[in-house]
């Protein structure tokens, strides 16, 4: 059984790591927070202060004073990696009018450790006048400075639903809270980048159409002669097939090469191509929807419901029935692949065109 004692570790041991990584940030001069790491403070602050804060940065960017907010509780934050006094003074002076009128009690929630003293802050306090904070503003460094060792004890009175709430939330976001913290190498790259997930394009290997239009010569009659237009269109038709291929991720690919390993020539609704059942490749294949949808995009294939004279209730069928310009190419690719004892894996996945 799980204890609330398990869970709090879990919750504290990711708020000290988060700790540490801000305070690496802070001696890089890196201080700025992106909205997404408000917002996982504010759905914190949410669950273990009551409150329903929004984040006031997602209507008007950078807003001064302030980042997140409740006007019911009249509480407003300002989340920081910055623990200093200047930081506290400075958060303080930009809290405009409107501000005033929406919020009573201004917090500074500081992701790392907080300072042991704030007598500059107390001093600038007491001397209004000097340093710009506005009289009517009601402020204690004790309790409104608060970090994350601060949270982390609020953590342990919190009843058991609520820790496994916040501890989900945590577990959920904290990866994502990690990378937006990261600092950059020497290079300004990070460890963690957007462009590394990305998947590398393929590189395509083309054939010039030269043994394809050779082997479709052999069916237009004795009397027909291979010209070059005959080459010409089945390279055109290579590419053009070749570069919708290359628009889709390499599993979509790897699942169009798997339906032509897996189709039969039905005589249904497809008459000149080879199909599959729409259930049974659902059955067999769980995201099969989405598949079907980005290679219908690129008109690589049609999926049709019509209904057949004499069987009606026939589920819907899958036809590998491209989209292609050159008719020879696009009725022969199947036999050629499968005459010639070629790969679907290989063409259709790797993009590898050289036996055409």
């Known amino acids: 059984m799980i204890t609330s004692g398990y869970l709090i570790g879990q919750i504290i041991d990711e708020f000290s790591a988060l700790g540490e990584q801000a305070k690496l940030r802070n001696r890089l001069g890196l201080s700025d927070l992106s909205v997404f790491s408000e917002n996982f403070f504010r759905d914190i602050l949410d669950i273990v202060e009551k409150l329903e804060l929004v984040n006031t940065n997602e209507d008007r960017a950078n ?32 809290i405009t009018p409107a501000q005033r009128e929406k919020y009573k009690r201004f917090i500074v929630l500081i992701i790392g450790e907080k300072q042991d003293k704030y007598d500059s802050v107390i001093t600038a306090l007491s001397d209004r006048v000097t340093s710009g904070i506005e009289p009517s503003i009601t402020f ?9 060792t601060d949270l ?26 990690k990378i937006e913290l990261q600092v950059p190498d020497a290079d300004g790259q990070y460890e963690t980048s957007g462009y590394k997930l990305w998947e590398p394009l ?19 009659g004795p009397k027909h002669i291979l010209s070059e237009d005959d080459i010409h269109a089945a390279r055109e038709a290579i590419e053009e097939l070749s570069g919708r291929l290359h628009k889709l991720p390499r599993i979509t690919r790897e699942f169009f090469a ?16 080879r199909s599959l059942f729409v259930d049974s490749v659902g059955k067999t294949y769980p995201s099969a929807e989405i598949e079907l949808s980005l290679l219908m995009a690129q008109n690589l294939l049609d999926v049709s419901h019509d209904p057949v004279p004499f069987n009606e209730h026939l589920p819907g069928e899958i036809g590998l029935q491209m989209g292609l310009g050159d008719d020879s190419f696009r009725l022969g690719f199947f036999d050629f692949v499968e005459t010639n004892k070629l790969s679907f894996r ?9 036996d055409f």
């Open 63 to 94: 807003e001064p004073g302030v980042d997140l907010g409740d006007e019911n509780a009249k509480v407003a934050y300002q989340v920081t990696t910055t623990k200093t006094s200047d930081k506290i003074k400075n958060t303080l002076k930009k």
């Open 140 to 148: 204690d460094p004790d309790t409104d400075i608060v970090d994350l």
């Open 152 to 177: 982390a004890r609020k953590v342990v009175g919190l009843p058991f639903s609520e820790i496994q709430r916040l501890h989900k939330l945590v577990q959920d976001q904290m990866a994502q809270v």
């Open 202 to 220: 393929p590189v395509p290997k083309l054939g010039d159409g030269t043994k394809f239009a050779a082997w479709d010569a052999q069916f237009r």
């Open 258 to 273: 798997m339906l032509h390993e897996r189709a039969d020539k039905n005589n249904l609704r497809f008459t000149d191509h």
């Open 346 to 354: 290989r063409i259709l996945g790797e993009l590898d065109f050289s």
